[in-house]
C-alpha cells in the first residue's frame, strides 16, 4: 500500500495527508454530536413528541444497538468497497438521516432515522481508523490515533454535551440535528478531494447472513437490558429476564456458528492470537465503563443536585476536553518521539482517574463548578492517557488483512463496558437514594429537640413571608423532607463516584495479572515458533527504527515474513505478481520498507526461510547411524518439502516468474539462498551416509538433485495447471515410496550384512 498517492504531478503529498485527516476527524465529529443528543435533551423531546417513557428509549436503544452492529459488519462492507469509499457513503447517511430527523416531530420516524444513524455511525468509525492505519506507517500511528480520538472519544465526552446544551437553552433539540448535517457535508468534500489509500485485496465473501441477524438480536437484547434494566428494577421485571437469557442465547449460537463458518464469518478469531489485541480487549470495557460513567454521573449531578442548566452543564465538562487533547498530545510525543512503549502511559491514566473520582466523591449540595473543576480536569488528563495508550497496544500486531475487525471489535467492546457502567451507577444511585433517606429519615422524627427547633424556626420563617400559619407547619414539613431527599441524592452520587475509583483499585492488580500472563505465553509462543521454524533463518540488517516497543517484540521480519508465506500459502485465485501478494499479507510497503532494506530483501529472505524450514529434518540429524536412521530422516525431508512444493512454493515460483523476469539479480540471489542450501544441505547428509558405509553414493550432487526432481512433482503439476497432490495419506505414501526406492538404489552391501 502506498502512503498518500499523488492525484496530479506536484501534487503535495503532505497537504494531501492532512485533507484525509481532517476530513476522518470531521465525519468522527457527525457521529459524536449524534450519539449525545439524548443525553441533555430529554424532556425537551419527550414533550415535543408527546412520548412516554418508554416510547423514548427506543431512541437510544435504536442508535447504540444499530452502533454495536455496524462495528461487526464494518470488516466485512470493507472487502465490498475501499474504506474511504465507505466512510464517505456512512457520513453522507449520517447526515441525510440528521437532516430528516431535526424537522420531524414523529416518533416512530425517528426511531427508524436513529437506528440508520446509529449503523451509519458504527461503520464511519471503522473505516475512518482503518483509513488511517494503511495510509500512514507504524512510526506515524501515534499522534494520527491522537487526532482521531479527538473526535471519536473526546468530542462525544466533552465538546459535544456542551454544545448542546447551549442550544437546547437557546434554540430547541432540533438544532443538535441541523448542526450535523454542514459537519458531514464539510467532511465528505474533504474526503473526496483526499486521495485515500490503496483497500486490502481481499477475497468477496458471501454475506454472513445467519451471524449478523445472531449478532444483531444479541446487541437489540442486552442494549435494552442494560438501558432499561434499572428503570425495571432488574429480574424482578419478567421482560427483563426473557431478554437477558435470549441475549446470552443468541451470542452463544453466533459464537458457535462463527467457530463453524472459520473464515467465512463475521467474527475473527485470529484476533485473540495476539496477546496484546486480546489484553487492550479486556481493558476497553474497563476503559469504557469509565469514560461513560464519568461523562453520565458528572453532568447528572450537576442537573439533578446543583441545578445547573443544561448549558451550564454541557460547559462543566467542557475544561476536561481540553485536558484530553493536552494529554493525548504528549502521550503521542512521549511514544512516536521519544520511543515510549505504549503500556508506560497507561499507569499514570488510571491513577488520575482514581483521583478525579475519588476527589468527585466528596462534593456536597453547595459545590459549585469551582470546586469540581481540578478533579473534572484531572480526570480529563487521565483519559487522555489511557485511551491512546490501549489503542496503539490493541491494534499494532494485527495487520491490514484483520485490523478493520479487531477496530470493530475493540470499539464493541468499549461501547458494551460503557453501557454495563452506566447501569450500574443508574441502578447503584437509584438503591441508595432510597436506602439514604431511609436512614436519615430514621433520624428525623417529629420528638427530637432538632428537628422541633428547626420545623418551628422555617414556620416562623414562613409565616413571616404571609403564609397562613395554619398551612406554614405543613409546608415546612415538606420542606424538610425535600432537603433529607437532596441529601439522600448526594450522598448516593458520593457513593457511585467512588465505585468508579474502587472499580480501578479492583481492576487494576487483575489487569496486571492478565497482563503478565498473556506476556508469559507470547514468549513462550515466540520460543516455540524459533524452535520449530526459524532456528536457522538469517535475514538482512534491518534499517534502524525507533518502533515504541522494538525492544519488548518479537524481530518484525519475521512477522512479515511468515505473513507473506501465508499469503503465498492461500492464493485464493488472486494474481501471482508481488503487489497482490502484499496486499494479501496485510503488510503495506511501508510495513516492508521498515523492516527490510528493500522488497528484494523480503523475497530473499522467504526463500531462506522456506530453505531452513524444508532442511530442518537433514540438519538435525546430519550424521545418521543407521540405514533406518536415513530413511526416517529422509521420509521426515520428503513430507516438508513435499508440502512445501505443493503450497507456498507454487505461490512463490509463480510470483518468481513474474518478478524474476524484471530482475534477474533477483533471480540469481533467490536461487542461492533457496535451492542451493536445500540441495547443499542434501548433498551434505547423503556425503555423510555415504562415508559411514550407510549409503552408496557416487555422486552425492547428482543424487541430492534426482531426488529434489521427486519431490517437487507437486509444484511440476501445478505449474501445469494440474491439481497438485497435498500432503494427505496417498501423497505420504507416495512420499515414504519415493524414498524407499531411492535408499534401494543406493545401498550399501557392506549396511545391507549389518
Known amino acids: 500500500m502506498t502512503a498518500i498517492a499523488d492525484a496530479t504531478p506536484g501534487y503535495d503529498r503532505r497537504a494531501a495527508g492532512s485533507i484525509l485527516v481532517a476530513g476522518i476527524v470531521l465525519a468522527t465529529l457527525t457521529e459524536a454530536i449524534a450519539s449525545a443528543v439524548l443525553s441533555l435533551g430529554r424532556n425537551d423531546i419527550i414533550g415535543d413528541t408527546h412520548a412516554t417513557p418508554d416510547e423514548f428509549a427506543w431512541l437510544d436503544i435504536g442508535y447504540t444497538a444499530t452502533k454495536l452492529v455496524g462495528f461487526m459488519a464494518a470488516s466485512w462492507?470493507?472487502?465490498?468497497?475501499?474504506?474511504?469509499?465507505?466512510?464517505?457513503?456512512?457520513?453522507?447517511?449520517?447526515?441525510?438521516?440528521?437532516?430528516?430527523?431535526?424537522?420531524?416531530?414523529?416518533?416512530?420516524?425517528?426511531?427508524?432515522?436513529?437506528?440508520?444513524q446509529g449503523f451509519s455511525g458504527g461503520t464511519l468509525l471503522v473505516a475512518g481508523q482503518s483509513i488511517i492505519f494503511l495510509a500512514y506507517p507504524r512510526s506515524c500511528q501515534p499522534i494520527l490515533q491522537a487526532l482521531f480520538a479527538m473526535g471519536s472519544v473526546v468530542a462525544p465526552a466533552t465538546i459535544a454535551p456542551a454544545l448542546q446544551g447551549w442550544l437546547i437553552d437557546s434554540q430547541s433539540w432540533a438544532w443538535i440535528f441541523f448542526g450535523v448535517v454542514p459537519v458531514a457535508l464539510a467532511a465528505i468534500g474533504l474526503l473526496l478531494?483526499?486521495?485515500?489509500?490503496?483497500?486490502?485485496?481481499?477475497?468477496?465473501?458471501?454475506f454472513d447472513w445467519v451471524g449478523f441477524l445472531l449478532i444483531s438480536v444479541t446487541f437489540f437484547c442486552f442494549t435494552y437490558v442494560l438501558n432499561q434494566g434499572s428503570r425495571w428494577r432488574w429480574f424482578e421485571e419478567p421482560r427483563?429476564?426473557?431478554?437477558?437469557?435470549?441475549?446470552?442465547?443468541?451470542?452463544?449460537?453466533?459464537?458457535?456458528?462463527?467457530?463453524?463458518?472459520?473464515?467465512?464469518?463475521?467474527?475473527?478469531?485470529?484476533?485473540?492470537?495476539?496477546?496484546?489485541?486480546?489484553?487492550?480487549?479486556?481493558?476497553?470495557f474497563v476503559a469504557g465503563a469509565a469514560l461513560f460513567g464519568s461523562a453520565y454521573l458528572i453532568p447528572s449531578f450537576a442537573v439533578s443536585v446543583l441545578a445547573f442548566t443544561p448549558t451550564d452543564a454541557g460547559q462543566l465538562l467542557l475544561p476536561s476536553g481540553a485536558f484530553f487533547v493536552?494529554?493525548?498530545?504528549?502521550?503521542?510525543?512521549?511514544?512516536?518521539?521519544?520511543?515510549?512503549?505504549?503500556?508506560?502511559?497507561?499507569?499514570?491514566?488510571?491513577?488520575?482517574?482514581?483521583?478525579?473520582?475519588?476527589?468527585?466523591?466528596?462534593?456536597?449540595?453547595?459545590?459549585?463548578?469551582?470546586?469540581?473543576?481540578?478533579?473534572?480536569?484531572?480526570?480529563?488528563?487521565?483519559?487522555?492517557?489511557?485511551?491512546?495508550?490501549?489503542?496503539?497496544?490493541?491494534?499494532?500486531?494485527?495487520?491490514?488483512?484483520?485490523?478493520?475487525?479487531?477496530?470493530?471489535?475493540?470499539?464493541?467492546?468499549?461501547q458494551l463496558g460503557g453501557l454495563m457502567g452506566v447501569a450500574g451507577l443508574q441502578t447503584m444511585i437509584d438503591h441508595n437514594v432510597t436506602?439514604?433517606?431511609?436512614?436519615?429519615?430514621?433520624?428525623?422524627?417529629?420528638?427530637?429537640?432538632?428537628?422541633?427547633?428547626?420545623?418551628?424556626?422555617?414556620?416562623?420563617?414562613?409565616?413571616?413571608?404571609?403564609?397562613?400559619?395554619?398551612?406554614?407547619?405543613?409546608?415546612?414539613?415538606?420542606?424538610?423532607?425535600?432537603?433529607?431527599?437532596?441529601?439522600s441524592t448526594v450522598i448516593a452520587f458520593d457513593t457511585a463516584f467512588a465505585a468508579i475509583a474502587l472499580l480501578f483499585v479492583i481492576a487494576a492488580p487483575a489487569l496486571v495479572t492478565i497482563k503478565i500472563a498473556f506476556a508469559l505465553h507470547a514468549k513462550k509462543r515466540a520460543?516455540?515458533?524459533?524452535?520449530?521454524?526459524?532456528?536457522?533463518?538469517?535475514?538482512?540488517?534491518?534499517?534502524?527504527?525507533?518502533?515504541?516497543?522494538?525492544?519488548?517484540?518479537?524481530?518484525?521480519?519475521?512477522?512479515?515474513?511468515?505473513?507473506?508465506?501465508?499469503?503465498?500459502?492461500?492464493?485464493?485465485?488472486?494474481?501471482?505478481?508481488?503487489d497482490n501478494i502484499l496486499d494479501r499479507s496485510g503488510y503495506s510497503t511501508e510495513d516492508i520498507l521498515s523492516a527490510f532494506e528493500s522488497v528484494d530483501d523480503l523475497i530473499v529472505a522467504i526463500a531462506e526461510h522456506k530453505a531452513s524450514l524444508i532442511s530442518q529434518p537433514l540438519v538435525r540429524r546430519a550424521h545418521p547411524g543407521t540405514v533406518d536412521d536415513a530413511r526416517e530422516t529422509l521420509i521426515a525431508f520428503?513430507?516438508?518439502?513435499?508440502?512445501?512444493?505443493?503450497?507456498?512454493?507454487?505461490?512463490?515460483?509463480?510470483?518468481?516468474?513474474?518478478e524474476g523476469a524484471r530482475n534477474p539479480a533477483l533471480k540469481k540471489r533467490v536461487h542461492e539462498a533457496g535451492q542451493a542450501i536445500v540441495t547443499l544441505k542434501l548433498r551434505e547428509f547423503?556425503?555423510?551416509?555415504?562415508?559411514?558405509?550407510?549409503?552408496?553414493?557416487?555422486?552425492?550432487?547428482?543424487?541430492?538433485?534426482?531426488?529434489?526432481?521427486?519431490?517437487?512433482?507437486?509444484?511440476?503439476?501445478?505449474?501445469?495447471?494440474?491439481?497438485?497432490?497435498?500432503?494427505?495419506?496417498?501423497?505420504?505414501?507416495?512420499?515414504?515410496?519415493?524414498?524407499?526406492?531411492?535408499?534401494?538404489?543406493?545401498?550399501?552391501?557392506?549396511?545391507?550384512?549389518?
Open 435 to 487: 436506602t439514604n433517606a431511609t436512614v436519615l429519615s430514621a433520624s428525623v422524627t417529629a420528638g427530637l429537640p432538632a428537628v422541633s427547633e428547626r420545623l418551628t424556626a422555617m414556620s416562623a420563617m414562613l409565616a413571616a413571608r404571609a403564609m397562613d400559619s395554619a398551612a406554614a407547619g405543613p409546608t415546612a414539613m415538606g420542606l424538610l423532607g425535600r432537603a433529607l431527599t437532596g441529601q
Open 326 to 414: 493536552g494529554a493525548l498530545l504528549v502521550a503521542a510525543f512521549l511514544m512516536q518521539v521519544r520511543g515510549a512503549p505504549p503500556i508506560v502511559t497507561v499507569p499514570f491514566g488510571i491513577l488520575m482517574i482514581m483521583a478525579a473520582m475519588w476527589m468527585l466523591s466528596g462534593s456536597t449540595s453547595e459545590s459549585g463548578a469551582d470546586d469540581m473543576m481540578t478533579a473534572i480536569q484531572l480526570r480529563g488528563f487521565g483519559l487522555g492517557f489511557l485511551f491512546l495508550s490501549i489503542t496503539l497496544i490493541a491494534f499494532s500486531d494485527l495487520n491490514n488483512r484483520n485490523r478493520a475487525s479487531g477496530i470493530g471489535l475493540f470499539n464493541a467492546g468499549r
Open 686 to 754: 547423503l556425503s555423510a551416509a555415504n562415508e559411514r558405509g550407510i549409503l552408496s553414493i557416487s555422486d552425492a550432487q547428482l543424487y541430492a538433485e534426482q531426488l529434489l526432481g521427486l519431490l517437487r512433482e507437486p509444484l511440476y503439476q501445478a505449474l501445469m495447471l494440474t491439481p497438485a497432490m497435498s500432503l494427505e495419506a496417498p501423497a505420504a505414501d507416495r512420499v515414504r515410496a519415493s524414498i524407499e526406492s531411492f535408499i534401494h538404489g543406493c545401498g550399501s552391501t557392506r549396511s545391507m550384512k549389518r
Open 527 to 578: 520460543a516455540q515458533l524459533a524452535r520449530t521454524e526459524e532456528p536457522y533463518m538469517t535475514y538482512p540488517a534491518s534499517k534502524p527504527s525507533r518502533q515504541a516497543n522494538a525492544v519488548s517484540r518479537p524481530d518484525p521480519r519475521a512477522e512479515i515474513v511468515l505473513a507473506v508465506s501465508e499469503a503465498l500459502a492461500n492464493p485464493s485465485g488472486a494474481p501471482a505478481d508481488l
Open 193 to 206: 478531494i483526499a486521495d485515500g489509500p490503496r483497500p486490502v485485496a481481499a477475497a468477496r465473501l458471501p
Open 77 to 116: 462492507l470493507m472487502t465490498r468497497t475501499s474504506p474511504r469509499r465507505l466512510i464517505i457513503g456512512s457520513t453522507l447517511v449520517m447526515g441525510t438521516a440528521c437532516g430528516i430527523a431535526a424537522i420531524t416531530y414523529r416518533l416512530d420516524l425517528l426511531v427508524a432515522l436513529r437506528i440508520i
Open 638 to 658: 520428503g513430507r516438508v518439502a513435499w508440502k512445501e512444493y505443493s503450497t507456498t512454493l507454487v505461490g512463490f515460483v509463480r510470483m518468481m516468474m513474474t
Open 240 to 284: 427483563i429476564a426473557w431478554l437477558t437469557v435470549i441475549g446470552a442465547a443468541a451470542l452463544l449460537a453466533f459464537l458457535g456458528q462463527q467457530a463453524m463458518a472459520k473464515s467465512q464469518g463475521l467474527f475473527d478469531f485470529t484476533l485473540f492470537r495476539s496477546s496484546d489485541f486480546s489484553f487492550a480487549f479486556i481493558v476497553s
